[in-house]
Each structure stands twice: as C-alpha cells, then as structure tokens.
C-alpha cells in the first residue's frame, strides 16, 4: 500500500479547508479524552451516590455495560460491594474552564457551521449555531487573551464580543419562532411568562415602557410599548417617523427587552415588594419536557 503524503494536484479544496477539517479532527480527538476522563468521575460519583444498577448507568451515559464496569474500576469501585456506603469526598467536582478545551471544541462548531452556513446563510438556526460557535471562541479568548496578536485582547475588549454574540443567538432563535409561531401562540407564551414571574412571587414584570428615541434626522420621538391585554405586544408612537405596526419578530424582542428590564429592577426590589413563595403550581402549566434515553441492550 502506498502513502500519499502530498496533496492532490486535483484537489479541489484549498488549504485553509484542509487546516480547518485537521483543526476539527485534533479538536475532536482532545475533547474525547477529557470526555472519557469525566465520565469515569461522573460514573463514579453517581455510583457512590447510591445508583448501584449498572444497566441504569449504562443507559444514562448512553454507553456500554462493559465501558460502566471499566470506569468503575478506573476510579476504584468495586462493584461486588454494592452494600458499601460512600465515605469521602466525590470525585466529579469538575475543573475550572480550560482555554485550549474551549478552543478544541470551537473548533469542531466552527467546522460544523460553516459548511452549513455556506449552503443556505439565510436560515435563522444556521446563524444562531454560528453566533454560538463564536460564542466558544470568544469564551476562550476571554480565558487566555492572545495578547501577543496586539492591543484589544483583554477581558474589557474581548467580553462585550461574547455579550453580542449572545444575543445574536437570541435574535437567530426569534428569528426562526417567528416564523414557525402565530400571534395567538406568541401572546399566550408572553402572558403565560409574564404570569409565572409574578406567581414566584420574587420578580418584577415590565408592562410597558415609554422610550424617546432620537432618529438618524436628529429628531426625537416618544414611542410607548405595551400589552394589548392578551399578551400581545403594541406600539404608538408620537410622530409619523415610526410606524406601530407590530410584528412576530417585533413582539419577541420587545419582550426579551422587557424582561431583561424586570431582571434590572428586580435586582433592586425592597422587601416589601416580595411575597413568600407559593407551594402550588401556576394553573396552566404545561407537563414537563422529557427526553427518553436508549437503553444500553440497544448497542
């Protein structure tokens, strides 16, 4: 068997792809054994924890029973003493965040995305997968600043380009609600929010809010936000410089705004304001979301 050791002169790919699919690939390898690494630990700790069914972990971890026995025995356990009861302290505390751990795994998104976002740049859950690619990158140059590239790499620069890549997600993931939800869907899921916050009784909502807003004429505007009742978001403004037609898209970022508004004020809410948590559930809620988990005997 011979070794090609050079690129095809007909490869149609260029180099920096070439690099970008290696990066993923060693990115993938890294991760893999830190992954295998926790899962031990973790296996461990649930083990000691009193989940001494090998069936059940192996189907949690969604691995064989034979891996469970090895990281079982990786970390000490003898599982013939099933009876035992855990002395001491649990293995999977976890580890501070890694920078060069986040970059291995910004690169395996950033491989996934890009090509994704190359066939159709237009789908919403596309960019947003992109922005939280980035998010991992700027995550890790949070954690070790590459200083040595020039100024504008420390935490004071680098945070606010996580911050942004943040609610790029968030506007992406409107973005495709809008287009996926009706209005009455919408309005119900605001009122519902908005009824669960007060129901804590430890948090603030915002109802509505007068901005005035200066546009690129110079000139300054009132607009109003607000509830039509339903939960449904309105907008008048005082000038024929903004329109009040709201849309589904309008509707979630108004409300996203309001909420990270009520988060402001409720930071700052006296005791007074507070009442004790109730014991039962806001009427109306919806069973919980569950997600089922193949068994190991499927593998």
């Known amino acids: 068997m011979t070794e090609h050791n050079e690129p095809s002169e007909d490869n149609e790919h260029s180099e920096p792809e070439r690099i970008t699919a290696l990066a993923a690939l060693i990115g993938w390898a890294e991760r893999r054994e830190r992954i295998a690494s926790d899962r031990a630990d973790l296996v461990s700790d649930a083990w000691r924890t009193g989940?001494?069914?090998?069936m059940e972990l192996a189907r949690c971890a969604r691995v064989s029973r034979d891996t469970i026995y090895a990281d079982l025995a990786a970390r000490g356990v003898e599982v013939s003493r099933r009876g035992e009861r855990h002395i001491g302290p649990l293995t999977g505390r976890g580890a501070p965040l890694d920078a060069e751990s986040v970059r291995a795994v910004s690169r395996i998104a950033d491989a996934v995305t890009r090509p994704a976002y190359a066939h159709d740049p237009a789908d919403p859950v596309t960019r947003a997968a992109l922005?939280?690619?980035?998010?991992?990158?700027?995550?890790a140059d949070v954690l070790d600043p590459p200083v040595d590239q020039g100024p504008?790499?420390?935490p004071k620069d680098t945070l606010p380009h996580l911050a942004e890549r943040g609610q790029t997600?968030?506007?992406q993931?409107?973005?495709?609600?809008a287009a996926v939800a009706d209005r009455a869907e919408l309005a119900a899921a605001a009122e519902f929010r908005r009824r669960g916050l007060l129901h804590s009784g430890r948090n603030a909502v915002a109802d509505a809010v007068t901005l005035t807003v200066t546009v690129p004429t110079g000139e300054t505007v009132t607009v109003d936000l607000g509830s039509d009742g339903t939960g449904w978001t309105t907008m008048a403004g005082g000038s024929?410089?903004?329109g009040d037609a709201v849309g589904p898209l309008d509707h979630l970022e108004v409300q996203a705004a309001f909420q990270?508004?009520?988060?402001?004020?409720?930071?700052?809410?006296?005791?007074?304001?507070?009442?004790?948590?109730?014991?039962e559930a806001l009427p109306g809620t919806p069973p919980p979301r569950t997600r089922h988990l193949p068994s190991s005997d499927q593998h």
């Open 51 to 54: 989940t001494r069914s090998i």
């Open 131 to 139: 922005a939280a690619s980035g998010a991992l990158g700027a995550v």
């Open 152 to 154: 504008g790499w420390d």
């Open 169 to 171: 997600v968030s506007h």
């Open 173 to 177: 993931a409107h973005q495709a609600l």
């Open 240 to 242: 024929d410089l903004v």
């Open 260 to 279: 990270i508004l009520a988060q402001v004020v409720t930071r700052h809410l006296t005791e007074r304001a507070i009442v004790p948590r109730p014991t």
